[in-house]
């Protein structure tokens, strides 16, 4: 397998990854540069996630278009310029709309990546692809927080966006030399209804549900925002039926592989979205850690991660993606889980060797249910497939945030008190039932799905059972 490809696009949405939470942990020395509340700067937050979710679905279109290759290198452009222009912003406003523009850069890095990975690499080794880019997406919100406070602490926090300009310039020295061509395609013109309705659809819920549970606004705007986004989806649907060539083509979801892993893998990234906002500040508040050592010790979850690419193959190609996908799920909810027993009490190494557990879980999961979903479809509806996973993704994490503040808003509300750890136990449990659930779409799949691509084979005793 040619690993400079994976590689270099693994970077590249490291970097973005890392900046939508590095900015988190120094969002109260910002503020105070700027002469604004933290809470007001959580706009910034919320403005690079509406970014994604409205240009998502652009990209897609943008990549057959113009070609693969050319848009991801002119997205990391783009991140390059937003970056710059956040590190010298003097006001909140300009410091909004710098972030808006990494986030339009952002949307465009990570399903044109994807799409590059999947058109540039055999079915045979797209699982050790795959394993390779779903790192960054793991690592991103481990490493965040204590590279930002860092950073933040012993030098500026401007130098937490003038450090992607380098790394900007690397990828796109890399890009240029290693990435192939790949040819555009002929795509007609944008469907620009689907566009607007999915723009609002994507960014309504994402900032909804942002605002709900990193309140910059009143929670009513949120609450708005949120059902004109359900009710765009709805006009979205009957739009998208009617129209020859939707810029999102739900006939994706007729493939049963597809549908799964979509279904599946937004349940168990709720949780995944949860666990990052929730765990932080469970170690802070509840254990009194300072934010350096919380990230140290949830930095732990990465390693676990990482060591998936070296078995993710041999694994997938053992058992099988149904196999292997219900036992991540299973163990996943249940390292989840294990979150709402921690006490101060709780020797280190103990809550350590959970973490370390739940990385592996989740990072086999995420590869997965990454590389099933693009397992049969065919390479023509490959950027269908990529902008709209892309776009479910984004939501999927934004909501797990806004459940798990919602669950901590409601259990404080109904014992009167301030926040305990008792609260954050009864989040992690909340969110570790909710991924459970998750593992049941691929209970409908045959043993053997996806086959072509993890090599997996049926035994005699496999089919014996399946007869059964």
Same mark, same amino acid.
């Given at each position: 397998?040619?690993?400079?490809?994976?590689?270099?696009?693994?970077?590249?949405?490291?970097?973005?990854?890392?900046?939508?939470?590095?900015?988190?942990?120094?969002?109260?020395?910002?503020?105070?540069?700027?002469?604004?509340?933290?809470?007001? *700067?959580?706009?910034?937050?919320?403005?690079?996630?509406?970014?994604?979710?409205?240009?998502?679905?652009?990209?897609?279109?943008?990549?057959?278009?113009?070609?693969?290759?050319?848009?991801?290198?002119?997205?990391?452009?783009?991140?390059?310029?937003?970056?710059?222009?956040?590190?010298?912003?003097?006001?909140?406003?300009?410091?909004?709309?710098?972030?808006?523009?990494?986030?339009?850069?952002?949307?465009?890095?990570?399903?044109?990546?994807?799409?590059?990975?999947?058109?540039?690499?055999?079915?045979?080794?797209?699982?050790?692809?795959?394993?390779?880019?779903?790192?960054?997406? *793991?690592?991103?919100?481990?490493?965040?927080?204590?590279?930002?406070?860092?950073?933040?602490?012993?030098?500026?926090?401007?130098?937490?966006?003038?450090?992607?300009?380098?790394?900007?310039?690397?990828?796109?020295?890399?890009?240029? +030399?290693?990435?192939?061509?790949?040819?555009?395609?002929?795509?007609?013109?944008?469907?620009?209804?689907?566009?607007?309705?999915?723009?609002?659809?994507?960014?309504?819920?994402?900032?909804?549900?942002?605002?709900?549970?990193?309140?910059?606004?009143?929670?009513?705007?949120?609450?708005?925002?949120?059902?004109?986004?359900?009710?765009?989806?709805?006009?979205?649907? +009957?739009?998208?039926?009617?129209?020859?060539?939707? *810029?999102?083509?739900?006939?994706?979801?007729?493939?049963?592989?597809?549908?799964?892993?979509?279904?599946?893998?937004?349940?168990?990234?709720?949780?995944?979205?949860?666990?990052?906002?929730? *765990?932080?500040?469970?170690?802070?508040?509840?254990?009194?850690?300072?934010?350096?050592?919380?990230?140290?010790?949830?930095?732990?979850?990465?390693?676990?991660?990482?060591?998936?690419?070296?078995?993710?193959?041999?694994?997938?190609?053992?058992?099988?993606?149904?196999?292997?996908?219900?036992?991540?799920? +299973?163990?996943?909810?249940?390292?989840?889980?294990?979150?709402?027993?921690?006490?101060?009490?709780?020797? +280190?190494?103990?809550?350590?060797?959970?973490?370390?557990?739940?990385?592996?879980?989740?990072?086999?999961?995420?590869?997965?249910?990454?590389?099933?979903?693009?397992?049969?479809?065919?390479?023509?509806?490959?950027?269908?497939?990529?902008?709209?996973?892309?776009?479910?993704?984004?939501?999927?994490?934004?909501?797990?945030?806004?459940?798990?503040?919602?669950?901590?808003?409601?259990?404080?509300?109904?014992?009167?008190?301030?926040?305990?750890?008792?609260?954050?136990?009864?989040?992690?449990?909340?969110?570790?039932?909710?991924?459970?659930?998750?593992?049941?779409?691929?209970?409908?799949?045959?043993?053997?799905?996806?086959?072509?691509?993890?090599?997996?084979?049926?035994?005699?005793?496999?089919?014996?059972?399946?007869?059964?």
């Amino acid at each position: 397998m040619n690993r400079i490809t994976p590689l270099i696009l693994a970077v590249a949405l490291f970097m973005e990854q890392m900046d939508s939470t590095v900015i988190a942990t120094a969002l109260p020395t910002i503020a105070t540069d700027l002469g604004v509340g933290p809470i007001t *700067l959580k706009l910034a937050l919320t403005s690079y996630m509406v970014a994604l979710a409205i240009f998502i679905p652009l990209s897609g279109w943008m990549a057959d278009r113009y070609g693969a290759k050319r848009v991801f290198r002119a997205a990391i452009v783009v991140f390059m310029l937003g970056s710059l222009l956040c590190a010298i912003s003097d006001s909140l406003l300009t410091f909004v709309a710098a972030r808006f523009l990494q986030g339009m850069g952002g949307a465009m890095m990570t399903p044109v990546g994807r799409l590059v990975l999947l058109r540039t690499t055999k079915k045979s080794d797209l699982v050790s692809a795959m394993a390779l880019l779903t790192i960054p997406a *793991l690592l991103g919100p481990i490493t965040g927080p204590p590279v930002g406070g860092f950073i933040t602490t012993f030098f500026s926090w401007h130098w937490i966006f003038l450090i992607n300009i380098p790394i900007g310039l690397l990828g796109l020295w890399l890009s240029s +030399i290693y990435l192939p061509e790949i040819e555009p395609i002929d795509t007609g013109r944008i469907d620009w209804k689907g566009f607007l309705l999915s723009a609002c659809a994507a960014s309504g819920l994402v900032f909804g549900l942002s605002v709900m549970s990193l309140p910059a606004l009143p929670v009513w705007v949120g609450a708005a925002a949120t059902v004109v986004g359900i009710l765009s989806i709805m006009l979205y649907v +009957i739009h998208a039926r009617r129209h020859p060539a939707p *810029l999102l083509d739900l006939t994706l979801f007729a493939n049963k592989s597809f549908r799964a892993s979509i279904i599946g893998g937004t349940l168990f990234r709720i949780a995944a979205g949860a666990t990052p906002f929730l *765990l932080p500040l469970m170690l802070q508040l509840g254990f009194g850690m300072s934010a350096f050592q919380s990230g140290m010790t949830t930095f732990i979850a990465a390693v676990g991660a990482i060591s998936t690419k070296f078995i993710a193959r041999r694994a997938f190609a053992a058992a099988g993606f149904r196999t292997v996908l219900i036992l991540a799920g +299973i163990f996943g909810a249940l390292t989840t889980g294990a979150n709402a027993f921690f006490t101060p009490a709780t020797p +280190i190494l103990v809550i350590m060797a959970v973490l370390l557990i739940g990385g592996f879980c989740r990072s086999f999961f995420f590869t997965g249910v990454n590389t099933l979903g693009y397992a049969e479809i065919e390479d023509r509806a490959a950027s269908q497939a990529t902008s709209l996973t892309s776009v479910l993704q984004q939501v999927s994490l934004a909501l797990g945030v806004a459940a798990a503040a919602s669950i901590l808003e409601a259990s404080t509300r109904i014992t009167g008190e301030t926040l305990s750890l008792s609260d954050f136990h009864l989040a992690f449990a909340v969110v570790a039932g909710l991924s459970i659930f998750a593992i049941l779409p691929f209970f409908g799949l045959p043993r053997d799905v996806g086959s072509a691509v993890s090599g997996y084979r049926r035994t005699a005793e496999d089919e014996t059972i399946s007869v059964k």
